[in-house]
């Protein structure tokens, strides 16, 4: 079974704050991908890699950064915290050429 | 107009009733469509590709008109597991990388 975890459920942030969201899958696959998910706007891309050191922007990148080192691993950055980046926010891995995508079970991010 | 966009519901539904939702999208270009389920509080997972000439995976159909610019999902028999929210998702134009996901038509099954 694909497994996507993510390091935290729930935090909980003051505004200013830098944030790191960690990502870890492990079933060897190419494409991992950054989505927050707000209600009544569904999940929007806010960065995606291919590869290794590979990044592209999503949608919606502002106030965020990304960092792949390794393969298992998708790092997503907000360099300073702000209160509209309170959300849910979703991590994927994909492998190359196949359709699905597998979801990590979420981070809650609250920025006071 | 947005990408990609779901009457969001609720529906609320007895048991053993059937289902429909539709999904319009705007990009004439997009080629691989998909329903998502999210249950609550968990994350989303693959339901099923929407082909061209439609498909059926139990006793749930997925339909695509490309003249119209929208898929449907139907469900027959509704069970209480049915209960979620169906996340319609679309490729960005012709990039099979990117999609765009909609924002959900949450479905509640009653007894």
């Known amino acids: 079974d694909v497994k996507v975890t993510q390091s935290s459920r729930y935090l909980v942030k003051r505004t200013g704050e830098k944030v790191f969201l960690e990502c870890v899958q492990d079933m060897d696959h190419e494409n991992m991908f950054w989505y927050r998910q707000d209600p009544g706007l569904g999940l929007r891309l806010i960065y995606f890699s291919y590869d290794v050191k590979m990044k592209e922007k999503g949608d919606i990148p502002e106030g965020y950064s990304v960092s792949r080192e390794k393969k298992e691993r998708f790092s997503l950055i907000l360099e300073s915290a702000s209160t509209n980046q309170t959300s849910m926010y979703l991590c994927?891995?994909?492998?190359?050429?196949?359709?699905?995508?597998?979801f990590g079970p979420g981070t809650r991010l609250t920025v006071l | 107009r947005k990408e990609v966009e779901q009457d969001p519901g609720p529906f609320n539904v007895p048991e053993g009733a059937t289902v429909a939702f539709n999904c319009t999208y705007s990009n004439s270009a997009s080629q691989s469509f998909f329903w998502y389920r999210q249950d609550c509080r968990k994350e989303p997972k693959l339901l099923m590709s929407?082909?061209?000439s439609g498909n059926e995976d139990g006793r749930f159909t997925a339909q695509l008109n490309r003249a119209s610019q929208y898929i449907s999902l139907l469900i027959r028999d509704s069970k209480l597991s049915d209960s979620a929210t169906y996340l319609c998702?679309?490729?960005?134009?012709?990039?099979?990388?990117?999609?765009?996901f909609g924002p959900g038509t949450s479905l509640s099954v009653i007894p």
């Open positions: 998702v679309v490729n960005k134009g012709t990039s099979y990388d990117k999609v765009i």
């Open positions: 929407v082909y061209s």
């Open positions: 994927a891995s994909r492998l190359t050429g196949k359709i699905e995508q597998f």
